[in-house]
């Protein structure tokens, strides 16, 4: 990126569901936006131009976080003249539904380990940037599946998203006297490309079972990151934030 004197912000996954309306809600909240990607360039590209045509700046950078070199490489293009205010850690490791009894050992480290290996790398690379120009926020992108199991078959996930989770109040302890936020949303169901596949049906429980009386759209979780990056959060750190209109508040 170029000089600018707007704010930086990363945010990792950028280019679809949740990640692309946090792209667009910090872009419109006056951040300049690097939209990452894995393989879908159209899609973050599509991203850049809305966020364009709004009046916003914003690139598109192609990586694979859970590569440490890719992620190490990718933070050097989304810094600005070596600074990064925000980071957002969105992009998860992919995983498909198993039931424990078919759950291999395989597929199951590989979803915890690649959760936690694209926030190990960009988290410890990036706390020297906050810590030189004086502070920043990180703000990880878990799930309120670590909180319980909300269906057979997520255990990877949960256990993934539990361990991240943790990790995040651990680098909040370490990064507070840095001058660095850290935080947590963790949203519930959210409807976006990813569960699409979902059936109405299971969406019309979810919703009928929330005291706000519907499911989360991509901007929900969107606005609870930008306001945790903001400075209205500024006393607010090592915290996790469920995103899922009070469904958790009905669980047994």
Not at 145 to 151: H, I
Not at 178 to 206: D, H, I, K, Y
Not at 225 to 243: H, R, Y
Request: some cysteine; proline content about 5%; aromatic content about 4%.
């Amino acid at each position: 990126m170029k000089a600018t004197t707007k704010p930086t912000a990363l945010v990792t996954g950028g280019s679809r569901g949740i990640g692309a309306a946090t792209s667009r809600e910090l872009a419109a909240r006056g951040y300049r936006v690097a939209v990452n990607y894995h393989s879908n360039r159209e899609a973050a590209d599509q991203v850049v131009k809305r966020i364009e045509a709004d009046g916003g700046e914003a690139l598109a950078v192609q990586a694979d976080v859970h590569d440490p070199r890719q992620a190490a490489e990718l933070l050097e293009r989304a810094t600005v003249d070596g600074r990064l205010d925000v980071l957002v850690c969105n992009a998860g490791a992919r995983f498909t539904p198993t039931p424990i009894s078919r759950l291999t050992w395989d597929d199951f480290n590989a979803k915890v380990t690649g959760e936690l290996a694209s926030a190990h790398t960009l988290t410890q690379r990036t706390l020297p940037i906050m810590e030189a120009q004086g502070g920043g926020r990180i703000v990880y992108v878990s799930s309120a599946v670590a909180d319980g199991p909300p269906t057979v078959g997520m255990a990877a996930h949960g256990t993934a998203k539990a361990a991240l989770n943790t990790f995040a109040r651990f680098v909040a302890y370490e990064a507070g006297p840095l001058g660095v936020n850290v935080n947590v949303v963790a949203p519930g169901f959210v409807r976006t490309e990813a569960s699409a596949g979902m059936p109405l049906q299971f969406q019309r429980r979810l919703a009928e079972g929330t005291p706000l009386g519907r499911v989360a759209e991509p901007e929900d979780v969107a606005r609870a990151i930008a306001m945790l990056v903001g400075e209205d959060a500024a006393f607010i750190t090592g915290s996790v934030v469920t995103v899922d209109g009070g469904h958790g508040v009905a669980r047994p």
